[in-house]
């Protein structure tokens, strides 16, 4: 993207209305911008991050089996009056009418309509256990919508749905889920950890979020730092083995991990005081197992291998990917700016042409930008060097790609990271190369 042609309002100032450091460099980024309270346009950085986000979410639901689909944002009253959460989800819940005078609503979650999905197309036990995911935007009135798209009132989730015949499956499903969560969330670079929780308007008997340290967080959590240590992207844990997800759940349920709700001071005390990590979390993800509460209410049965009906047993899962992108500027910033972690960042790079006009300048930085088929931002403005410095820090792309006059005429350019600031000096052809 050549910056001076971009949809990339950066502000000098810090916009008055945002109170937590990560709403503050959005808007200062120009990654969002808000249209009404808790509604977020996504300008064309921002929609990068959040599509990166995506993308390691969906990943590494693929790769546990989970199957990607879209649901509507827009649902029928009359699915929610069977589970009876109609008039149970209150007035988070937005209502809209249509034309015929027909009840809608803007989804907040997908239980009910999933489970309609499957009751019309699911008859056999030889057709379960399955699992399906979405990636959608979502409504819920919020009271206070606060801290920009962390706590948003449209935001984007990804929610998982999971069937079983039994309680034994509904289990392997869950712990599968969770040990997909700590993959997503490893990649991202956070160290989420499950905490168990209450299962609130989703029902159940058995719920975990995960949650990661930043100072704005809106529960105090304790955990112990052992969570930390463990490598969930690697070898040592298969989706497909039910003993490894055994081993696996044991881990993350007998190491202390509390919210303030759940704290029990006299385990946290057994926890060696170099291992207590304590702090203020925010929730990134939220699972759930509920049984049968929604395929009794709606009436969803399967034949069974005795040819009698028996209901699914389900769970869901959600991820909050718009909130991700909040919550991962709360952990990698600096006084200058954002600090993205690789795997998220809008451009692996930025190109900073610190004498436009200048042709050696400009046709080297022609020459680097090629190199990126146009996945690089070119900064092509007329403007001064520190103007660049200062914006190229506050996007906060891993790499800067800085061509001056003296290098230009070499054909060599100084690379430098974002994160601990390193500098080098190398061939402007080898760039690529090396950032790889
Ligand atoms: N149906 C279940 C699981 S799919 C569900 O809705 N769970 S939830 O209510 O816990 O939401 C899942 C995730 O969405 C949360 O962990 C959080 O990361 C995100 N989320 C929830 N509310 C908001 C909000 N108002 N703004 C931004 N993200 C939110």
Redesign the pocket.
Known sequence: MRLSRSLLPTLKETPAEAQIVSHRLMLRAGLVRQSAAGIYAWLPAGLRVLRNIAQVVREEQDAAGVQEMLMPTIQSADLWRESGRYEDYGREMLRIRDRHERDLLYGP?N?EMITDIFRQSVRSYRQLPQMVYHIQWKF?D?VRPRFG?????E?L?K??YSFDLDYAGAELSYRRMMLSYMRIFQRLGLKAIPMLADTGP?GGELSH?FIILAPTGESQVFYDAAFEEIDYAGSAFSHQSPADLQRFFGLMTTQYAATEEKHDVAAWDKVPPERRREGRGI????I?YFGTKYSRAMNFSVVGADGQPVYPEMG?????V??LVGALIEANHDAQGICWPDSVAPFPAAILNLKQGDAACDALCEQVYAQFAGEALYDDREERAGVKFADADLLGHPWQIVVGPRGAALGRVELKRRVGGAREEIDAADVLGRIR
């Open positions: 979650t239980e819920r919020e798209v962390m706590r948003g009132r935001f989730m929610d998982a989703i979020e929730e990134v993800g939220h759930f869901s899962y959600g991820v909050g718009s909130r």
